[in-house]
């Protein structure tokens, strides 16, 4: 067998093992109902499982600003919906990278018709003009005003760390 044949071996093998590997990582992806994850280079916002200290592993909305990532909204285990905590993260990340892209301006709060008794976080951008397009709903009770200082302040301690 020449050295070319055994490197096309060597590359088909490689190539079956990291197809092989990757059906069984979207297996346990998928059986563990974990959304796929799929992060643009241009994105700042994703989600991500992270261990925090009193907590264990709780689905996190991560900021990406250069090379550095900062933790920035913890997603609640349940919220009285069908969506998993991963889902939620996910569905957050991804709306705050739309409005990042519309160009994001403010993040405040409002009530919310289809939600009486809950605040919700919105966010307005350039493109959304009056409009406050929703970001999250909070559960009821949950002051709104403490909840956007709290969130505004550690979007701004990730941004401003770079």
Same mark, same amino acid.
């Given at each position: 067998?020449?050295?070319?044949?055994?490197?096309?071996?060597?590359?088909?093998?490689?190539?079956?093992?990291?197809?092989? %590997? *990757?059906?069984?990582?979207?297996?346990?992806?998928?059986?563990?109902?974990?959304?796929?994850?799929?992060?643009? !280079?241009?994105?700042?916002?994703?989600?991500?499982?992270?261990?925090?200290?009193?907590? *264990?592993?709780?689905?996190?909305?991560?900021?990406?600003?250069?090379?550095? $990532?900062?933790?920035?909204?913890?997603?609640?285990?349940?919220?009285?919906?069908?969506?998993?905590?991963? !889902?939620?993260?996910?569905?957050?990340?991804?709306?705050? !990278?739309?409005?990042? $892209?519309?160009?994001?301006?403010?993040?405040?709060?409002?009530?919310? /018709?289809?939600?009486?008794?809950?605040?919700?976080?919105?966010?307005?951008?350039?493109?959304? *003009?009056?409009?406050? /397009?929703?970001? %999250?709903?909070?559960? /009821?009770?949950?002051?709104?005003?403490?909840?956007?200082?709290?969130?505004? !302040?550690?979007?701004?301690? *990730?941004?401003?760390?770079?």
């Amino acid at each position: 067998m020449n050295k070319i044949s055994r490197l096309f071996k060597g590359v088909n093998l490689l190539t079956v093992i990291s197809t092989l %590997v *990757g059906i069984f990582g979207l297996d346990i992806a998928f059986s563990n109902k974990w959304p796929p994850l799929v992060i643009q !280079e241009t994105d700042r916002f994703s989600c991500e499982l992270i261990s925090h200290p009193n907590e *264990g592993e709780v689905w996190t909305v991560v900021y990406r600003n250069g090379e550095k $990532q900062d933790p920035w909204l913890k997603i609640a285990a349940t919220l009285g919906s069908n969506w998993t905590p991963a !889902e939620r993260c996910q569905e957050i990340a991804r709306r705050l !990278e739309l409005y990042r $892209q519309d160009g994001l301006t403010q993040l405040t709060y409002r009530s919310d /018709p289809n939600t009486p008794r809950q605040f919700v976080i919105c966010v307005k951008t350039k493109v959304s *003009g009056d409009n406050c /397009p929703l970001l %999250v709903t909070l559960r /009821p009770n949950t002051d709104p005003y403490l909840s956007l200082r709290y969130m505004a !302040e550690t979007l701004t301690a *990730g941004m401003n760390s770079n």
